[in-house]
């Protein structure tokens, strides 16, 4: 959901403002318009923007933001599985050192890969980062 899409909390009028000659009627109404606007918060709330697409990682469970991985370090053991989840606006990669298990470039969506043996698997976003030492790029330890 684009931020544009967003409705303003002030547009969203009271549907029974006109109707008290039922008063059933209007805690019903009521009800309904306030689960609406909790529905456009969470909505608004989840999208791409800056403030909240980092939180609520794990080593496990990364989440792809915009111009960064979160968390960058995922300190598993052998035999786990690592989930990236697209969160951003942009479309991003993950691309592995190795060159084993890597994604497409994506704006959405997951990609998974095992790790069953011990090692440094450091992996980037090829389009917003130029090398696996700096911009957007992340590191699977397993050990
Ligand atoms: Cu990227």
Not at 16 to 40: E, I, M, P, Q
Not at 52 to 59: D, L
Request: with cysteine.
């Amino acid at each position: 959901m684009k931020r544009e899409d967003c409705p303003r909390l002030a547009s969203v009028t009271h549907p029974t403002d006109r109707d008290s000659t039922s008063t059933r009627r209007k805690t019903t109404n009521a009800t309904y318009g306030l689960v609406l606007v909790a529905a456009f918060a969470l909505a608004c709330s989840g999208d791409g923007g800056t403030g909240s697409c980092g939180s609520g990682g794990s080593a496990t469970s990364v989440t792809v933001c915009d111009r960064f991985f979160a968390p960058s370090a995922s300190p598993v053991t052998p035999g786990a599985t690592v989930t990236w989840t697209w969160r951003g606006a942009e479309g991003h990669n993950v691309t592995f050192e190795d060159g084993q298990g890597s994604s497409a470039t994506q704006v959405s969506g997951m990609h998974s890969r095992t790790f069953p043996g011990a090692g440094t698997f450091r992996y980037r976003c090829t389009i917003h980062s130029s090398d696996f030492n700096t911009g957007m790029v992340g590191t699977v330890s397993v050990q």
